[in-house]
C-alpha cells in the first residue's frame, strides 16, 4: 500500500498521483541540480514559468502524466516505466 492508498484514494487513482508525484520530483532534481531559473527551466521544457513555480511547490494537481512527461523529454530526461504484478 503506498501513501495514496493510505490517504484514501482508489488504486486507480493512487497509482496515476505515484506516477505523477515521480516525474515532479524528478524534475525538480533536475532543475535544481542544473542550478536553472525557473525561466530558464520553462524555456527550456515549453512552458511557462508560473507552470515551473507549480512544479517547484509541488502542486501535484496541476500536472497530468502527459505534461509531465512531455516536460521531462523537453529536458533531455529519460523515461522508462517498470510494470509488476500487484499481488
Request: hydrophobic share 45%; aromatic share 4%.
Amino acid at each position: 500500500m503506498n501513501v495514496f492508498e493510505q490517504l484514501g484514494f482508489d488504486s486507480q487513482e493512487s497509482a496515476n498521483l505515484v506516477v505523477r508525484s515521480d516525474l515532479i520530483r524528478a524534475l525538480e532534481k533536475h532543475i535544481n541540480e542544473s542550478q536553472m531559473t525557473q525561466s530558464r527551466a520553462a524555456e527550456l521544457m515549453g512552458v511557462s514559468q508560473p507552470v515551473i513555480s507549480d512544479l517547484m511547490r509541488g502542486k501535484i494537481d496541476k500536472f497530468s502524466i502527459d505534461k509531465l512527461i512531455n516536460m521531462a523529454s523537453r529536458a533531455g530526461l529519460e523515461i522508462s516505466v517498470n510494470i509488476h504484478s500487484a499481488a
